[in-house]
């Protein structure tokens, strides 16, 4: 098994992807950020706070992807996911997480520009425009 968490409007065919919103709100995202709507059957998909208990048993998952979604937890629920992560992980499993870029951000807030978080952010932030 391979799991998408926090996966947005970003949906991958041979992975369980996972978000605690549900579809109408990711289509919601998708349109304000320009993007194709998932597309219910294409990809398996599950509504779920990961911040919660995990649904799956220990030693189940073979890759754990995490794309811009890991800056949006607190500490205590970040080290739960974590925790979370290593117990379903199979032995040799892999976890890839990607995060904005904290210098671009500082940059924005000191330039004093308006930016906000679009929630597929592949290369967020964005500044804001008129």
Not at 48 to 61: A, E, F, G, K, R
Request: charged share 20%.
């Amino acid at each position: 098994m391979k799991l998408n968490i926090g996966c947005g409007c970003v949906w991958l065919s041979d992975y369980t992807n996972v978000d605690r919103e549900g579809y109408a709100k990711i289509c919601q995202w998708a349109t304000m950020a320009g993007k194709p709507l998932p597309v219910v059957g294409s990809a398996e998909f599950l509504q779920y706070d990961l911040t919660l208990n995990w649904p799956w048993q220990s030693d189940t998952v073979e890759e754990i992807l995490a794309d811009n979604s890991l800056e949006h937890l607190e500490n205590l629920e970040l080290t739960h996911l974590l925790r979370e992560a290593r117990r379903v992980m199979k032995v040799g499993a892999s976890i890839t997480g990607r995060v904005p870029d904290f210098e671009r951000v500082w940059q924005y807030y000191q330039d004093g520009s308006q930016w906000e978080w679009f929630p597929e952010a592949t290369y967020g932030p964005y500044r804001n425009l008129p």
